[in-house]
């Protein structure tokens, strides 16, 4: 059985029934009329036009220096502080890796101590009661 609408009589699909139901045509005047505001639509956009001048010299490398905003100096600058940054943040992240490592351990060594001592009183209370069996002294 198809997901159709069902007759009421027939109880079979009723494929003509949703044939002749035809949608209305809306359009976006329609809906702004009704108060629908949307988005910026390319519908509504200015076409481009060929008077605008394209300025594409931050691209070009040389062109900062000519301007004399940034000498070699300020570069080489800017370049030790950068890697000075990276050099402090690499030294941070070892010793933090190290102090993880360390914490690890002594929580891997803990967790065996703990466990030698279960074992240890397990041992005990066994051997103590098969001393009792086998009817030994306490």
């Given amino acids: 059985m198809s997901l159709g609408a069902l007759d009421s009589d027939s109880g079979t699909d009723s494929d003509t029934d949703s ?3 035809k949608k209305p045509n809306i359009c976006f ?3 702004s009329n009704i108060g629908y505001i949307s988005g910026p639509s390319i519908l509504t ?3 481009a036009t060929d008077d605008v001048i394209v300025d594409w ?3 070009k490398r040389d062109s900062k220096d000519s301007n004399g905003s940034t000498t070699l100096e300020e570069r080489e600058a800017m370049r030790d502080a950068v890697t000075r940054g990276v050099n402090e943040t690499a030294a941070a992240a070892l010793k933090a890796q190290e102090e993880e490592k360390k914490r690890k351990e002594m929580a891997r060594s803990e967790k065996e101590r ?3 001592e ?3 009183k397990r041992k005990a209370i066994s051997s103590e009661k098969h001393r009792r069996e086998m009817g030994g002294t306490l």
């Fill in 19 to 21: 044939e002749s139901v």
């Fill in 29 to 31: 005047k329609d809906l």
């Fill in 45 to 47: 956009m200015k076409p």
């Fill in 57 to 59: 010299s931050w691209s």
């Fill in 114 to 116: 703990v466990g030698r």
């Fill in 118 to 120: 279960q074992r240890l």
